[in-house]
């Protein structure tokens, strides 16, 4: 009966932030106290990356949001930082180079600092960070070959592996590309881009500002163009229920307030733009923040004051709250606003000396306490441990997953810090792992499987 009551705590511990966010009131925002992106990175800074046309993406298997970005003349660092939603703190996850050259790959061999725009995203079937084109910003600093200016665009294509912590400069095919493109570089480029993961497919959705619309695929490394269509300053995400991809904001020609909707379920994704009507000014805007929520049925999007959102099906608009939003960057959200399946809320990054904000648009029925949280999670996956008692090898398994996609097997301690994450391929629905606690002291400890929206958590007890 003890260890069952102390597993308990430890479990309502472990879904403390889980319970917060779930339990916001519909059409609400919530600063999260003590949240400043400044307080973790290399050079601490009131502006310079995200006022610096820079965006940031979603990590769904270790639940975190990832920043990059700035630029010589702005924040000359190249760190990767991150915000995570189970412990609601930032981490710096790499050291930048501070051998600053206007060179891409940078003195160190990593992606040189940019203004980052939304030309990234997160490719969750590899567990990678994916990173192309941007601008250098670099005020004429001279690279190895003699290649100077600023605010030039860059083309390479990186990937930073998450499970080794490193970046990774990709090559491309070079029957991939066609001939507008730059001999030097691997990929589209251009400033302003735009780009989304679709999980489906496997392939990254990119529009660049230069050279047309493309897509990626990690597995074989080759970009394919599918059309001519540019675009800057947009944002897009995945509608997951029509299997379309929906791009919105200022580019340059969209005062006509359209959206252009890619059909993801034919070949070719052809485009068609639909006119939407209602309070529709934010589709003017520079790079609003915009993303689907599948609860809520809707595309949500947030500039600055307050949110809208338009119907997938009548294409009207319509204005929610902006009581307790955050003020907004001068130059776009760029990815920094994010839909997070597991708490049904948004998340918007503002700011370097501004705390983490959160949206929530609808309640979500059934998970007003932990404890019913952990029962409606529970539910989706079966979670296996075995032995339970063990020492110091147990074996996990999981089932009830979706499809081929990894999941995230991750380990935590009586004080709910997480110690041991391991990123897990499915098959068949089915996941098996050999958790090793050679590491850990005697003791109980907590482990949590993601995949997605769904998730499960078991005590267990280590004997040494």
Known sequence: MKAFKIAGLLVSLLLANDSLLINLPADSWYEVPN????????????????????????????????????????????????FSIDSLKWTRL???????????????????????????????????????????????????????????????TWTFDMAT???????????????????????????????????????????????GTFTYNYDTNVWTKISSDRTTDQ???????????????????????????????????????????????????????????PVADKYVCWRDTNVYTLDPDTWVWTKHSGVGAPPATPHGIYGRWRYIPSVNAFICITSEDKNVHFYKLTSRNGSSTSEKLL??????????????????????????????????ISLYNATGSKLHGAVVPVHGGTALYKLNGGKFATGLYVIRVEQGDKSAIKAVMLTR
């Open 165 to 211: 912590n490193s970046w990774e400069l990709m090559y491309r095919s070079e029957a991939s590309l066609d001939t507008v493109l730059s001999s030097e570089g691997d990929g589209p480029g251009g400033v302003a881009t735009t780009c989304s993961y679709d999980s489906v497919t496997g392939l990254v959705f990119y529009a660049s500002s230069v050279s």
């Open 235 to 293: 944002n897009s995400c995945i509608d997951t229920k029509r299997r379309r991809l929906v791009r919105l904001g200022n580019d340059g020609q969209n005062w006509d307030h359209h959206v252009a909707v890619l059909d993801l379920t034919k070949p070719g994704f052809p485009k068609t733009n639909y006119l939407t009507t209602g309070t529709n000014n934010i589709i003017t805007r520079q790079a609003p923040g915009l993303d689907y929520d």
């Open 35 to 82: 949240t400043k992106m400044s307080g973790i990175m290399y050079k601490p800074v009131t502006t310079g990356i995200m006022n610096a046309w820079s965006g940031g993406v979603f990590d769904p298997l270790a639940r975190r949001m990832l920043v990059w970005g700035g630029g010589a003349g702005n924040y000359p660092y190249n760190e990767l930082d991150a």
């Open 375 to 408: 029962h409606s999670k529970s539910e989706k996956l079966h979670l296996t441990v075995s032995p339970n008692p063990f020492n110091p090898v147990t074996r996990v398994g999981v089932s009830g997953l979706t499809g081929n996609r990894p999941c995230l």
């Open 94 to 156: 790499t050291e930048p180079c501070v051998n600053y050259g206007c060179c891409d790959p940078d003195p160190c061999g990593t992606p040189m600092v940019r203004h980052s725009y939304s030309g990234m995203a997160f490719i969750t079937h590899a567990n990678r960070f994916f990173v192309n084109g941007g601008a250098k910003n670099c005020y004429a600093q001279v690279c190895p070959n003699n290649r100077t200016g600023d605010g030039v665009t860059l083309n390479k």
